[in-house]
């Protein structure tokens, strides 16, 4: 024999011994098979092409392997067409294994019209019924399937792909009429129901895949003469009788699942409906996505003149869809949708659904024919290659976008088809497995390394679908205020007024004129924006207020006007432009930041940029910050609240971009208040020493309160705090407390004070006597009036204080002095415990502003911030001389505590920590989106959805933050009953006031 292995191993064959084998049992000369090496080479899986040829000798009559045989020597391209269908579909392979008359279709191949399938399925049912006529409509759709298959693997699949596709459309359709043909010689009373059969989806559109669900709406008529209940029943009969022809498995197999689920509310409507009833449907309850899917609609089968009623009724709908209230918000709810449904683990490999895949080209295509084929018909196609020839010869896209987008979906849909064609299994993923993937790659015409090869193709394919998306949608805007090259897109001004409102934009107009401003002319920075635009818009329209986000870069465009690092730093650095978009459009906080200072927007220039700097960074900024002014105390101090201002810049894009949790923010920003405090201490004790020119008689200290004191600090927080001081020995005592106070006031009035840059207010009541003592004390004075006057509230309080910034040696005597106060030894007794309780209620009752709703209130409300904090505190005063690990001035280090040694149940710890922390979680989230303080659930939604996008939540889930924040605060609040307040089970307070 002349066929060696190497000859096999170049040729593709993967196990050249058991191919020798399999040509030494072909019934073909074995002398010549050395020619049809080359057949076999082409073939996707020259392997299985050899097996089946084996296979399906093994079947034929010898009359046939000699008409075979015959083929092989004279007819190359027939011999072609059956070799590389066999080696490219395994279950195309059995049908032929099981009708080996077939293979005379495969070499004689040809793809047939509309009206030849529907007539030959048809002769292939006639008169059967039940299984028979299954089973011959499989045995013909198969027939058919395989002559579309060989003409596709042998031709040129990229190019004939609408040709391929729009047959398997047409044959699915002929499947469904020859299957209500079966249904009406099946279901008694048949005539009584005009059924016509709508086709949806890629079958309506004529672009269907080798193995789809075909989607359908069922709509039907009474005849003449018949009550519309009796039809309709008939027509559920022979709806559900479609379906059952088609997606039963018989001997013969099955043909693929007839899907109703686009049909009037779902799975929960009825399977029939009449014209009419649709129309009322569509009318008064459809969702726009519905109208999306009409998009295809045509019929496919049945009676055509109610088919044709029902286009008439729903198509002058669709075109109205885009004009519907909430239409941006139900198009990006959709794609959330289509998003969600996809499996974590199958991301990486979707052809179909995952980034840069076909249902990124279709959805675009359809969003833009929704939009402006409202006033241009020329864009009412079902199509998709035929919207974006339409799309382009309207100017709504530009001709080479077009053509790449073409060619990118025709190159995706024909990987899709030979996935799909290998067992003829209903999948949009790329297989994992090496042996499938070498097949497939060969199936593309991929030699060289086919396996790695067609990954690479696909992953670049995709990267350049993403890319084309945003040009197709953003670019063009660009069109109505910019002159751009022939290629492009020519939108009118009232076309991309339309887009814009179509994309979530609220001011379309006001978008346009913001792109004038910053597109017009021929400067190099207007240049840089039209290629950075069509990008940015993108990121804007996909937050929750692309106007702002639009907006606020511009504001920063014109205040750094042509500076050249800063469009420099959005075209070339990574990811700065994509990190500025959505912070602008997601946060007033921080456009108001940057509106104020323009430059600080070189923090999005790197990853590492966003890493929020120590303590000892942040005092070496701020010390350098006051040197730069020696002799201008007052420019020294806004230098100080100019350096804090970048720093907050920096945490509030760290936060938003999800690269820090609540406890990092929290000690950032504390952090920063602590070496704002400490610049500013060393500042004032400058200006006072300056000002009197002597030496400070005193040393003075920071104890940070509160949230400062815990760590927990957020972007709305005050800096609570107390001042205390320890003359010098020889320092006249007068002075000395003089001089404190001119320290302590020029610092709290200084960084307290409005200005450009945001204030840290410096807020000392919580000092002995409050407001009406004095600002600052000695040590011992501190020491005085804790031992003669103190409350138990100033206990409590002081559980949380903290050295910030000062002497550290008097830092420390002072928590020395405290420490057995808010740490006192054996606990405090019950009517200290009921003097807390008392207090807390009398808060509740008090101190919540007017107008707020206990509810939703996150500080003072049911559950919320305070609540968990006094349950905390009650135990620390309670527990803390014994259990050391509860000395901690925070809350969610001692809830953890509690739980481990049994002071609150592990679940009950749970749900105070979680109610805690999204109370905290939400306040931040209100600063961000609102760029002021809040301390309510916001009422509109617009703001919840602001604040829940922060939150990590989709765009749209808004309306879920006030039920999660109520069920979550709840749950808390009766753990704070039962532990603070020592509630029984049947209501009653103070059942064991000494816990």
Same mark, same amino acid.
């Given at each position: 024999?002349?066929?060696?292995? #190497?000859?096999?191993?170049?040729?593709?064959?993967?196990?050249?011994?058991?191919?020798?084998?399999?040509?030494?049992?072909?019934?073909?000369?074995?002398?010549? +098979?050395?020619? *049809? @090496?080359? $057949?076999?080479?082409?073939?996707? $899986?020259?392997?299985?092409?050899?097996?089946? %040829?084996?296979?399906?000798?093994?079947?034929?009559?010898?009359?046939?392997?000699?008409?075979?045989?015959?083929?092989?020597?004279?007819?190359?391209?027939?011999?072609?067409?059956?070799?590389?269908?066999?080696?490219?579909?395994?279950?195309?392979?059995?049908?032929?294994?099981?009708?080996?008359?077939?293979?005379?279709?495969?070499?004689?191949?040809?793809?047939?019209?509309?009206?030849?399938?529907?007539?030959?399925?048809?002769?292939?049912?006639?008169?059967?019924?039940?299984?028979?006529?299954?089973?011959?409509?499989?045995?013909?759709?198969?027939?058919?399937?395989?002559?579309?298959?060989?003409?596709?693997?042998?031709?040129?699949?990229?190019?004939?792909?609408?040709?391929?596709?729009? =047959?398997?459309?047409? %044959?699915?359709?002929?499947?469904?009429?020859?299957?209500?043909?079966?249904?009406?010689?099946?279901?008694?009373?048949?005539?009584?129901?005009?059924?016509?059969?709508?086709?949806? *989806?890629?079958?309506?559109?004529?672009?269907?895949?080798?193995?789809?669900?075909?989607?359908?709406?069922?709509?039907?008529?009474?005849?003449?003469?018949?009550?519309?209940?009796?039809?309709?029943?008939?027509?559920?009969?022979?709806?559900?009788?479609?379906?059952?022809?088609?997606?039963?498995?018989?001997?013969?197999?099955?043909?693929?699942?007839?899907?109703?689920?686009?049909?009037?509310?779902?799975?929960?409507?009825?399977?029939?409906?009449?014209?009419?009833?649709?129309?009322?449907?569509?009318?008064?309850?459809?969702?726009?996505?519905?109208?999306?899917?009409?998009?295809?609609?045509?019929?496919?089968?049945?009676?055509?003149?109610?088919?044709?009623?029902?286009?008439?009724?729903?198509?002058?709908?669709?075109?109205?869809?885009?004009?519907?209230?909430? +239409?941006?918000?139900?198009?990006?709810?959709?794609?959330?949708?289509?998003?969600?449904?996809?499996?974590?683990?199958?991301?990486?490999?979707?052809?179909?659904?995952?980034?840069?895949?076909?249902?990124?080209?279709?959805?675009?295509?359809?969003?833009?024919?929704?939009?402006?084929?409202?006033?241009?018909?020329?864009?009412?196609?079902?199509?998709?290659?035929?919207?974006?020839?339409?799309?382009?010869?309207?100017?709504?896209?530009?001709?080479?976008?077009?053509?790449?987008?073409?060619?990118?979906?025709?190159?995706?849909?024909?990987?899709?088809?030979?996935?799909?064609?290998?067992?003829?299994?209903?999948?949009?993923?790329?297989?994992?497995?090496?042996?499938?993937?070498?097949?497939?790659?060969? #199936?593309? !015409?991929?030699?060289?390394?086919?396996?790695?090869?067609?990954?690479?193709?696909?992953?670049?394919?995709? =990267?350049?679908?993403?890319?084309?998306?945003?040009?197709?949608?953003?670019?063009?805007?660009?069109?109505?205020?910019?002159?751009?090259?022939?290629?492009?897109?020519?939108?009118?001004?009232?076309?991309?007024?339309?887009?814009?409102?179509?994309?979530?934009?609220?001011?379309?107009?006001?978008?346009?004129?913001?792109?004038?401003?910053?597109?017009?002319?021929?400067?190099?920075?207007?240049?840089?924006?039209?290629?950075?635009?069509?990008?940015?818009?993108?990121?804007?329209?996909?937050?929750?207020?692309?106007?702002?986000?639009?907006?606020?870069?511009?504001?920063?465009?014109?205040?750094?006007? #042509?500076?050249?690092?800063?469009?420099?730093?959005?075209?070339?650095?990574?990811?700065?432009?994509?990190?500025?978009?959505?912070?602008?459009?997601?946060?007033?906080?921080?456009?108001?930041?940057?509106?104020?200072?323009?430059?600080?927007?070189?923090?999005?220039?790197?990853?590492?940029?966003?890493?929020?700097?120590?303590?000892?960074?942040?005092?070496?900024?701020?010390?350098?910050?006051?040197?730069?002014?020696?002799?201008?105390?007052?420019?020294?101090?806004?230098?100080?609240?100019?350096?804090?201002?970048?720093?907050?810049?920096?945490?509030?894009?760290?936060?938003?971009?999800?690269?820090?949790?609540?406890?990092?923010?929290?000690?950032?920003?504390?952090?920063?208040?602590?070496?704002?405090?400490?610049?500013?201490?060393?500042?004032?004790?400058?200006?006072?020493?300056?000002?009197?020119?002597?030496?400070?008689?005193?040393?003075? $200290?920071? @104890?940070?309160?509160?949230?400062? !004191?815990? &760590?927990?600090?957020?972007?709305?927080?005050?800096?609570?705090?107390?001042? /205390?001081?320890?003359?010098?020995?020889?320092?006249?005592?007068?002075?000395?407390?003089?001089?404190?106070?001119?320290?302590?006031?020029?610092?709290?009035?200084?960084?307290?004070?409005?200005?450009?840059?945001?204030?840290?207010?410096?807020?000392?009541?919580?000092?002995?006597?409050?407001?009406?003592?004095?600002?600052?004390?000695?040590?011992? #004075?501190?020491?005085?009036?804790?031992?003669?006057?103190?409350?138990?509230?100033?206990?409590?309080?002081?559980?949380?204080?903290?050295?910030?910034?000062?002497?550290?040696?008097?830092? &420390?005597?002072?928590?020395?002095?405290?420490?057995?106060?808010?740490?006192?030894?054996?606990? @405090?007794?019950?009517?200290?415990?009921?003097?807390?309780?008392?207090?807390?209620?009398?808060?509740?009752?008090?101190?919540?502003?007017?107008?707020?709703?206990?509810?939703?209130?996150?500080?003072?409300?049911?559950?919320?911030? $305070?609540? /968990?904090?006094?349950?905390?505190?009650?135990?620390?005063?309670?527990?803390?001389?014994?259990?050391?690990?509860?000395?901690?001035?925070?809350?969610?280090?001692?809830?953890?505590?509690?739980?481990?040694?049994?002071?609150?149940?592990?679940?009950?710890?749970?749900?105070?920590?979680?109610?805690?922390?999204?109370?905290?979680?939400?306040?931040?989230?209100?600063?961000?989106?609102?760029?002021?303080?809040?301390?309510?659930?916001?009422?509109?939604?617009?703001?919840?959805?602001?604040?829940?996008?922060?939150?990590?939540?989709?765009?749209?889930?808004?309306?879920?933050?006030?039920?999660?924040?109520?069920?979550?605060?709840?749950?808390?609040?009766?753990?704070?009953?039962?532990?603070?307040?020592?509630?029984?089970?049947?209501?009653?307070?103070?059942?064991?006031?000494?816990?």
């Amino acid at each position: 024999m002349s066929v060696s292995r #190497s000859l096999l191993a170049r040729a593709g064959f993967t196990e050249p011994e058991r191919a020798l084998g399999m040509i030494a049992a072909l019934k073909l000369p074995p002398d010549t +098979f050395e020619a *049809g @090496i080359g $057949s076999l080479s082409q073939a996707a $899986s020259p392997d299985h092409a050899l097996l089946g %040829l084996v296979r399906l000798g093994e079947v034929l009559s010898e009359g046939e392997n000699t008409q075979l045989a015959t083929l092989f020597a004279e007819n190359k391209d027939a011999w072609n067409r059956l070799v590389v269908l066999l080696g490219a579909s395994t279950a195309l392979t059995d049908h032929l294994v099981r009708h080996p008359q077939h293979w005379h279709d495969v070499v004689d191949a040809r793809v047939r019209d509309r009206d030849a399938l529907y007539t030959r399925l048809a002769e292939a049912v006639g008169a059967a019924t039940g299984t028979d006529g299954y089973d011959a409509l499989r045995v013909a759709y198969y027939r058919e399937l395989l002559q579309i298959a060989a003409v596709d693997l042998t031709g040129d699949a990229v190019e004939q792909f609408p040709e391929i596709s729009e =047959a398997l459309a047409e %044959l699915a359709g002929a499947a469904v009429a020859a299957a209500l043909q079966i249904a009406r010689n099946t279901v008694e009373g048949a005539d009584t129901c005009r059924l016509s059969v709508i086709g949806m *989806g890629k079958c309506g559109g004529r672009e269907l895949n080798y193995i789809s669900d075909v989607d359908v709406i069922f709509v039907a008529e009474p005849a003449d003469g018949v009550a519309e209940a009796d039809a309709m029943e008939v027509g559920a009969r022979l709806a559900t009788e479609i379906m059952r022809a088609c997606s039963v498995a018989t001997g013969e197999g099955s043909l693929w699942q007839v899907d109703p689920a686009l049909r009037p509310e779902g799975k929960q409507g009825p399977l029939v409906r009449t014209v009419d009833s649709h129309r009322a449907y569509y009318d008064r309850w459809a969702k726009t996505w519905e109208f999306q899917a009409l998009l295809k609609a045509r019929p496919i089968a049945g009676d055509e003149e109610v088919g044709a009623a029902y286009l008439s009724a729903i198509q002058p709908l669709v075109w109205r869809a885009a004009d519907r209230d909430h +239409f941006v918000e139900d198009v990006q709810a959709m794609r959330r949708r289509v998003e969600d449904h996809v499996p974590a683990a199958e991301v990486g490999r979707q052809l179909k659904l995952g980034p840069g895949g076909l249902r990124d080209i279709e959805f675009s295509m359809q969003l833009l024919q929704l939009v402006h084929g409202r006033t241009d018909e020329r864009l009412r196609n079902r199509g998709t290659l035929a919207a974006m020839e339409s799309l382009s010869r309207g100017g709504y896209i530009g001709r080479v976008d077009a053509h790449e987008l073409d060619q990118a979906y025709r190159q995706l849909r024909v990987l899709e088809h030979r996935i799909q064609l290998s067992r003829m299994r209903r999948t949009h993923l790329i297989p994992n497995n090496p042996a499938e993937l070498r097949a497939l790659g060969r #199936s593309m !015409g991929l030699r060289v390394d086919p396996e790695t090869e067609v990954v690479k193709q696909w992953r670049e394919r995709a =990267a350049n679908v993403r890319r084309l998306h945003e040009r197709i949608f953003y670019r063009p805007l660009l069109t109505a205020v910019a002159n751009l090259s022939g290629d492009d897109a020519r939108l009118t001004r009232e076309n991309a007024e339309d887009r814009f409102a179509a994309l979530g934009f609220r001011d379309a107009k006001g978008a346009v004129r913001h792109l004038e401003a910053l597109t017009a002319g021929v400067s190099r920075r207007a240049a840089i924006q039209r290629t950075l635009l069509p990008v940015m818009l993108q990121w804007f329209s996909e937050e929750v207020d692309p106007d702002l986000g639009l907006l606020a870069f511009r504001k920063l465009s014109d205040a750094l006007g #042509s500076t050249h690092w800063f469009l420099k730093m959005l075209r070339d650095e990574g990811r700065a432009a994509e990190t500025l978009a959505r912070a602008l459009a997601g946060s007033r906080y921080v456009g108001q930041l940057l509106e104020n200072a323009p430059s600080a927007v070189r923090v999005f220039g790197s990853h590492q940029a966003l890493v929020p700097l120590t303590r000892e960074q942040l005092l070496t900024v701020v010390r350098a910050a006051v040197d730069r002014q020696p002799d201008d105390d007052d420019a020294a101090l806004l230098a100080v609240r100019s350096a804090r201002r970048n720093e907050l810049i920096r945490i509030a894009v760290a936060d938003l971009t999800g690269a820090l949790d609540l406890d990092a923010v929290e000690r950032a920003l504390t952090d920063l208040a602590a070496a704002t405090l400490q610049g500013a201490l060393e500042l004032a004790i400058r200006h006072v020493e300056k000002a009197s020119d002597t030496t400070l008689s005193t040393v003075i $200290s920071i @104890i940070g309160m509160g949230r400062l !004191g815990g &760590r927990e600090m957020g972007y709305s927080s005050d800096a609570d705090v107390m001042f /205390v001081h320890d003359p010098l020995s020889d320092a006249d005592p007068q002075l000395a407390q003089s001089q404190a106070e001119e320290v302590v006031t020029f610092l709290s009035t200084g960084l307290s004070a409005a200005g450009p840059d945001p204030a840290l207010v410096v807020d000392a009541d919580l000092r002995p006597e409050g407001k009406a003592g004095p600002i600052v004390r000695t040590l011992a #004075s501190y020491a005085a009036y804790y031992e003669r006057w103190s409350e138990g509230w100033e206990a409590q309080a002081l559980l949380r204080a903290t050295p910030i910034a000062g002497d550290q040696d008097l830092a &420390r005597r002072f928590t020395e002095l405290i420490d057995p106060l808010r740490w006192p030894e054996g606990g @405090i007794d019950a009517a200290a415990v009921r003097s807390i309780r008392m207090l807390k209620a009398r808060m509740e009752a008090e101190r919540l502003p007017r107008g707020a709703d206990i509810r939703t209130h996150f500080k003072l409300g049911r559950g919320g911030l $305070s609540d /968990v904090e006094w349950t905390v505190q009650l135990a620390q005063l309670q527990h803390a001389h014994e259990i050391s690990e509860l000395r901690h001035p925070g809350t969610t280090t001692p809830l953890r505590v509690m739980a481990q040694h049994g002071l609150l149940d592990v679940r009950d710890a749970a749900k105070l920590r979680e109610s805690w922390t999204l109370a905290s979680r939400l306040r931040n989230a209100s600063v961000l989106w609102r760029g002021r303080p809040v301390d309510s659930l916001p009422g509109s939604l617009a703001d919840a959805d602001g604040i829940a996008r922060i939150l990590g939540s989709p765009v749209g889930a808004g309306h879920e933050l006030s039920e999660r924040y109520l069920r979550v605060s709840r749950r808390a609040r009766e753990v704070v009953e039962r532990e603070f307040y020592g509630t029984d089970p049947d209501g009653d307070r103070d059942v064991d006031p000494t816990r």
